[in-house]
């Protein structure tokens, strides 16, 4: 008996310390952990039900070979000195990814990701999730978004925490939230609160209003900002409510008009093409068509430089299309298309092509697919005219991304011009 109890003692022994080296190297050790990066906040250990395997949605192999053409030149820009520059065109593919609904890819890149943004995409699939109402699987990324590096700087920590409190918030969990806003930078204030208009209730209608009017009343530029979209957002979640949408549509009103607080014209434009896109998911396109006209009349009240005019007008026309009025939205396009051909050579080089992508993108959406592939060829051409590398595969990255997002497929004489590029890139930088 005490040799069976000895030899059951010996086994269960053994099962730990492989369970405990197993665990070592999936996580590291804690002297591991605290010498490479500090754990921020403490993420529960259990959910609801076990996180599945992050996937893949399916998107058409074009759409695949593109992202991960994307990538790649962001990932040729050398870390030395151009980590910043470099890990943000990273992140921009990684966000393309998880609108594609590209995890498993998106996941796969980040790894390669060499600085805090590595975090915040952790964080952005995150909130991806929390969306979903996939508890476990938000609680799962957020862990790994936790994991922030010692140097990290405090600014750059708190976008980290902000998009994780928006995630907490998403699914309900009001305290976990709360704990990750408190300290953040005063440019993240407010972003949470969105997060919570989009799960507000009646109960809690005018609490949020009492918050969001307290931080417009601080008058700080991304304060209020931040406080627009979540009057934004309770626009969406009480969308059906015409009593409580009439009162937050006359309170943002309002905020737009206070010569007080001096909200920028772009700002203004782009809370009411939120407030347009809101209007056409619910199907009403007269009520969007009544924002739509509100960012004709405020972009038409300014003179824009051209880099700022072309992408304004293509994106006013593309949500114009979607409302229903066809034909000003066609001809709108056009304008815009006009005024690149005009003027867009006194655009700074390293910005045309960030001109012409919306424009491209808003071809495809009005179903000119041959006018969306022109306009991303000559963006592929103006985006090597600066002889230095790191802009060329900034923004070859940027339209191989858009054109993913987008289902745009190359035809084969662009696609040998993008791999062409891509190969060609090298110093100097």
Request: glycine share 2%; with cysteine.
């Amino acid at each position: 008996m005490l040799k069976n109890t000895t030899l059951n003692s010996l086994i269960i022994n053994s099962v730990i310390m492989m369970l405990s080296i197993n665990c070592q190297q999936i996580y590291g050790s804690a002297s591991e952990t605290n010498d490479k990066s500090t754990i921020i906040k403490n993420s529960p250990q259990d959910t609801s039900h076990v996180a599945q395997p992050a996937t893949d949605q399916s998107i058409q192999k074009h759409q695949i070979e593109l992202l991960d053409l994307a990538f790649n030149t962001a990932t040729m820009i050398p870390v030395h000195p151009h980590i910043k520059d470099r890990s943000l065109a990273q992140q921009k593919v990684v966000e393309a990814c998880i609108k594609l609904g590209q995890i498993k890819k998106a996941e796969m890149y980040i790894r390669k990701i060499e600085n805090w943004r590595k975090n915040l995409c952790y964080a952005t699939i995150a909130f991806y999730y929390a969306q979903k109402d996939q508890s476990a699987e938000a609680e799962y990324y957020i862990r790994l978004a936790n994991v922030i590096d010692k140097d990290v700087t405090e600014w750059r920590r708190s976008r980290i925490m902000a998009l994780i409190a928006q995630a907490y918030a998403r699914l309900g969990m009001s305290q976990k939230a709360t704990e990750y806003q408190a300290g953040l930078e005063e440019a993240e204030l407010g972003k949470v609160d969105t997060a919570h208009a989009m799960i507000a209730s009646e109960d809690s209608f005018y609490l949020q209003i009492q918050r969001l009017d307290e931080l417009i009343s601080k008058g700080v530029y991304d304060i209020t900002k931040n406080a627009l979209d979540s009057y934004a957002q309770l626009f969406n979640t009480f969308y059906n409510s015409l009593e409580r949408r009439t009162e937050i549509e006359t309170k943002i009103e309002q905020i737009m008009n206070d010569k007080q607080i001096r909200i920028p014209l772009f700002v203004k434009m782009d809370v009411y093409e939120k407030m347009a896109k809101l209007a056409l998911e619910k199907g009403d396109n007269i009520k969007a068509l009544a924002f739509i006209n509100i960012m004709q009349t405020l972009f038409e009240s300014a003179q824009w430089p051209t880099d700022k005019h072309v992408p304004r007008l293509a994106k006013l026309a593309e949500l114009r299309y979607k409302a229903g009025d066809k034909e000003k939205a066609i001809k709108d396009l056009e304008s815009a298309h006009s005024v690149y051909k005009s003027k867009g050579n006194k655009i700074v080089n390293i910005w045309r092509a960030g001109a012409l992508r919306p424009l491209a993108q808003s071809y495809k959406i009005v179903d000119n697919s041959e006018a969306s592939l022109l306009v991303y060829k000559k963006a592929v051409e103006e985006g090597i005219v600066n002889p230095n590398s790191r802009p060329r595969a900034e923004d070859l990255s940027a339209t191989c991304s858009s054109m993913a997002l987008y289902a745009v497929q190359p035809d084969e004489k662009l696609k040998k011009r993008l791999y062409e590029i891509h190969e060609e890139l090298g110093s100097p930088w």
